[in-house]
């Protein structure tokens, strides 16, 4: 059984920074693509970003493009997402989800990604 923990969420100020962790167990995480998605009250889950299973490749949603980075330790079974120059409209549940079909590219629609984790919440606001 594959399960996904995220952590680092909270509650920061605009400007701010924040780490989010996505902690995999289970099986080869490694084999992997993983993506970061978002849900925002009153919205649908969104994509936000994503990385390829050696870490080569990352695909970012426009509105997060510059401001956020996602990264992978495969030694460590976590995939990351750095988030700098947070916005009140960044608040929202972070999920990670994990995508085991080998494809080119990274998928950003959710029915692409097999295993999800339970969300961290960011909030963002003076």
């Known amino acids: 059984q594959v399960q996904l923990v995220e952590s680092g969420g909270g509650l920061v100020q605009p400007g701010a920074s924040l780490r989010l962790s996505c902690a995999a167990s289970?099986?080869?995480?490694?084999?992997?693509?993983m993506g970061w998605f978002r849900q925002a009250p009153g919205k649908e889950r969104e994509f936000v970003a994503g990385i390829t299973r050696s870490g080569g490749t990352t695909f970012y949603a426009a509105s997060v493009k510059g401001r956020f980075t996602i990264t992978r330790d495969n030694a460590k079974n976590t995939v990351y997402l750095h988030m700098n120059s947070l916005r009140p409209e960044n608040t929202a549940v972070y999920y990670c989800?994990?995508?085991?079909?080998?494809?080119?590219?990274?998928?950003?629609?959710?029915?692409?990604?097999?295993?999800w984790g339970q969300g961290t919440q960011v909030t963002v606001s003076a």
């Open positions: 289970g099986r080869t995480f490694s084999n992997w693509a």
């Open positions: 989800a994990a995508d085991q079909t080998p494809r080119m590219g990274i998928a950003a629609l959710e029915s692409m990604y097999v295993y």
